[in-house]
């Protein structure tokens, strides 16, 4: 079986000013720069701090990603920020069909696999997440829920979805506190990698890293990385404060 690096992604969602954004990034670095060859760690701030984040982080380990990403190269597309144009900027990941984005924004299924193929086909990192909502895990229907959100990976070639990090995210557990206990998120991960395998192919499922994200703090995430097919963490809240996010990079690789 392949190795899969394990991977620690900060979403600041609509947080930090200029100020805290420059403030994060030396004392994060300080705390991490020792755990760096063992992992990779990424940033996602608003856009309008992508190009400042790229500058900040340019001499250290640490990586960045948009929030989202257009559908399109150009066009006319008012609010949308192209991957053409985040590449430009140096960035070289992008967290796509977050529940915010899919449950608040209305992005559907269609308008999510739109976005994943425009950042494919420029070469970033994307980092699909998909995840149930309260009423679908307990009406049964979370494998359903999520087969029906990876669907849209069969119309890519495998060639294409090379880099592709999946991150499940359990809707009732975001900015709940309530996370999806370890053996939950592994019940899921597994049906996610043999999803991969069976749909796509087994060197690819082996290779694919699957993030846990929901409520993720550094009291639990040693247990949730214990998992076996849990990769990484995507996390909210917790990320905000570099303490808090280097402990749980340093928690989750068990150093
Ligand atoms: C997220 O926004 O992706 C997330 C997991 O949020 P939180 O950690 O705050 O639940």
Redesign the pocket.
Same mark, same amino acid.
């Given at each position: 079986m392949e190795q899969r690096k394990p991977l620690f992604i900060a979403?600041w969602?609509m947080n930090k000013l200029a100020q805290e954004v420059g403030a994060f990034v030396p004392k994060f670095n300080e705390l991490t720069n020792i755990f760096s060859s063992k992992c990779e760690m990424v940033l996602a701030p608003v856009s309008v701090y992508l190009p400042k984040l790229v500058e900040l982080t340019a001499s250290t380990p640490i990586q960045v990603a948009a929030q989202n990403c257009g559908a399109s190269k150009s066009g006319a597309f008012t609010g949308e920020v192209s991957p053409v144009m985040l590449k430009e900027l140096g960035v070289h990941w992008v967290i796509l069909g977050?529940s915010e984005r899919r449950h608040v924004f209305k992005e559907d299924d269609a308008l999510v696999n739109a976005r994943l193929k425009a950042a494919l086909e420029e070469g970033l990192i994307p980092v699909f997440c998909v995840g149930e909502k309260l009423e679908e895990r307990k009406s049964g229907e979370t494998f359903s829920v999520i087969e029906r959100q990876l669907k849209g990976l069969k119309d890519i070639s495998e060639n294409n979805l090379k880099g592709l990090t999946i991150a499940y995210?359990p809707v009732w =557990?975001?900015?709940t506190g309530e996370n999806a206990t370890p053996a939950q998120a592994q019940e899921v991960h597994a049906f996610i990698r043999q999803w991969l395998a069976k749909n796509i192919s087994s060197t690819f499922a082996n290779r694919t890293r699957i993030l846990y994200?929901?409520?993720?703090k550094a009291d639990n995430s040693a247990q949730l990385m214990a998992m076996g097919d849990v990769d990484g963490l995507?996390?909210?809240? =917790?990320s905000l404060d570099p303490l808090s996010f280097g402990d749980i990079v340093k928690r989750g690789l068990n150093s």
């Open positions: 979403n969602k977050h995210e =557990a975001i900015g994200g929901g409520s993720v995507l996390v909210g809240g =917790a």
